[in-house]
């Protein structure tokens, strides 16, 4: 008779109280976590067994197929024949069965990491396909994911991030527009996204999407800084906000930058689309009134925001890397025999041969099809490992029209050596766990001594064409303020790489003086409280030690300088001499928050553009907003 009882989540959970509706507040039998859920859906139950607690959740789900094969075995169908899984007569799960409820979240995850729209649970194809592995599934229908689950997730990650936020002292946000053609009928149509950037207690570094938001106009800065002030109220961040990371040139206008001439998959489609190239035409109508209004939304924007306004370096960077090489128009004639060659290899050589090239840990797929090769630095790797095996890839061809010349081989190679040093800067700062903006002042030092001493022979005129791209766009840098304090507060470099050690001290000190808070009578008095045992008058014959005065600013700079630098992560630095150098490690939690690398919603943005087209017969789903909110934030809500 035991496999008529009843199986049930609720067994490993002790009910606290039952409200109304059937709300059910019970805590974990294992852990004593508090859980709010109503009777009838249970999947909060079960994804806490699932998460925290593999084997239980192991033991619940084997309960319950025991369960069901008893049932199936009592209640069988006669002669005894076996209910096959495709019988249409089979049970199918109950809406509280944990499985059912995973199996709908797992589409919800496939529908937020692909950006499909929620309509493909109703396709038949993809409900053919869920019969097929899982004939007791329910299908759930599109609202259902569109109306109850997504908007959910969204709440979950809304709580979470505000939660994260109400520690964090101060931190810093990054404006993302992108606009295509493709959003709606209006031209001006697009998304802006807005991620905070923050150093939690722990001294861990954390970035969250706060908002993905349609836009109905682009060029509208005053509408964008007015959503931008209304979300940092709705999140808590009003008044902490230390730099904001805004280039408002919209995301399709500033599509990734490639090697001229180097499109590895001979895709032609993306030249006539408008891909970054480095043509002498002269720019159309369209090109000069976008960089007009680019130019109107900077001015814009440095007029509201002033000084805490400040540009992406990895964006800069690959600005300079642009103009650089579009200053030696007669590289793209050796660049697209290479692209020739590439694209003739991977389509008719084995992929096993070419391992030794591509190297033997990246898959055949992924080194034909990066999804970053849109991308220059992406595209020197591949153009680097060809370089470095040109004679075996054209021993392995049999087109003669293929083989690059001595002097196309010297000029890829000089190529190679001159843009080395820029795809370490780029690959460098890349990254949301780590401290990045340190690096952008010793990149720019170290980028100026290449190209003073790198000799080239066919590639002269990209050298110089880098070196003042260079200049124009990143030297101011080597005088800011906030680069300065955070590449001297950074333990690797500390005044390491100065060339006039006392000014930038000085710079240092007043920089320090502006995001210092010195500490309050009330807090001084706390501190100096004597402990129970010297305030007993038992004790009153022991000298009193003196109370231990507090180091001013220069006094903890001198400190600090003095130590000899180290590889320590600048975070855990901080987080172990932040009782040492109390002032300095609030500057330091300050300037640490400021990224010097793209965001992920930048990066979905450039995915959006590439592969959500009307010509290529994928249109925008309708709740994108939503989509790509919950998609930059997936490790929030399943790390």
């Known amino acids: 008779m035991a496999s008529k009882s009843r199986v049930s989540i609720l067994d490993y959970f002790n009910i606290v109280c039952e409200g109304e509706n059937g709300k059910i507040e019970s805590n974990c039998k294992a852990c004593g976590t508090r859980i709010q859920a109503k009777r009838t859906v249970t999947s909060n139950f079960v994804t806490h067994l699932k998460r925290k607690h593999q084997a239980m959740y192991d033991e619940f789900v084997r309960k319950k197929d025991v369960k069901r094969e008893a049932m199936q075995n009592c209640t069988g169908p006669p002669s005894g024949r076996v209910i096959s899984q495709s019988s249409p007569g089979m ?67 809304q709580l979470a991030a505000k939660q994260a936020l109400k520690g964090a002292e101060s931190c810093s946000v990054t404006l993302d527009l992108w606009k295509s053609s493709s959003v709606g009928n209006s031209c001006g149509a697009g998304y802006l996204g807005v991620t905070c950037h923050f150093i939690n207690a722990d001294w861990h570094i954390r970035s969250a999407l706060l908002a993905c938001l349609p836009l109905t106009d682009h060029s509208n800065t005053q509408q964008m800084l007015s959503e931008f002030d209304e979300i940092s109220e709705s999140h808590g961040v009003s008044g902490k906000v230390f730099r904001v990371v805004a280039d408002l040139s919209p995301c399709e206008n500033r599509s990734p930058f490639r090697l001229p001439g180097f499109s590895l998959f001979g895709n032609d489609e993306e030249d006539e689309e408008g891909e970054e190239d480095c043509s002498d035409e002269e720019p159309g109508a369209g090109e000069a009134k976008e960089a007009i209004s680019s130019n109107e939304n900077r001015k814009s924007l440095d007029q509201c925001l002033g000084r805490s306004r400040i540009d992406c370096f990895a964006r800069l960077l690959a600005h300079c890397v642009k103009e650089g090489v579009c200053a030696s128009p007669q590289i793209s004639l050796p660049l697209n025999k290479a692209a020739h060659l590439y694209n003739y290899v991977i389509a008719t050589v084995a992929p096993e041969k070419l391992v030794q090239v591509f190297g033997s840990n990246t898959s055949s797929t992924n080194w034909q099809r990066p999804s970053s090769m849109d991308k220059w630095n992406a595209q020197l790797k591949i153009l680097r490992q060809m370089v470095e095996s040109m004679d075996f890839l054209e021993d392995i061809v049999d087109r003669n029209d293929l083989v690059l010349g001595n002097l196309e081989k010297a000029v890829l190679r000089e190529l190679v050596e001159v843009l080395e040093p820029f795809e370490e800067a780029s690959d460098m700062v ?40 260079l200049d124009r766009r990143l030297a101011g840098i080597l005088e800011d303020p906030l680069y300065v304090t955070a590449t001297t507060l950074d333990p690797q470099f500390k005044l390491s790489w100065s060339s006039d050690s006392d000014w930038h001290k000085q710079v240092l000190l007043e920089e320090v003086g502006k995001h210092t808070r010195p500490l309050s009578p009330l807090e001084h008095h706390s501190e100096a409280q004597p402990s129970p045992s010297k305030r007993c008058k038992l004790f009153s014959f022991i000298k009193q030690r003196p109370t231990a005065q507090a180091k001013t600013v220069e006094q903890e700079l001198s400190t600090y300088l003095h130590e000899e630098p180290t590889d320590e992560d600048p975070l855990q630095y901080w987080k172990r001499k932040s009782i040492d150098f109390p002032l300095l ?29 009307p010509e290529q017969c994928r249109f925008l789903p309708k709740n994108l907003d939503t989509l790509i909110y919950l998609k930059a934030n997936y490790r929030i809500l399943w790390s």
């Open 91 to 157: 049970n199918k799960f109950d809406y509280s069965d944990p499985r059912q409820s995973l199996i709908s979240e797992a589409i919800a995850k496939m529908i937020i990491r692909d950006l499909q729209p929620t309509q493909i649970v109703e396709y038949e194809g993809f409900r053919e396909l869920l019969q097929l592995l899982e004939p007791r599934y329910i299908p759930v229908p599109c609202h259902y994911i569109q109306q109850q689950l997504l908007p959910a997730y969204v709440s979950q990650v």
């Open 585 to 613: 490690s609030q500057v330091a939690k300050k300037v640490f928050t400021v990224p010097a690398t793209t965001t992920s919603v930048d990066q979905i943005f450039n995915l959006v553009s590439k592969t959500l087209r």
């Open 430 to 469: 890349q990254g949301d766990k780590h401290v990045s903006i340190s690096l952008a002042l010793p990149c720019v030092l170290g980028l100026r001594k290449h190209l003073a001493e790198v000799v080239t022979h066919q590639c002269s005129g990209i050298v110089m064409g880098l070196s003042q791209a």
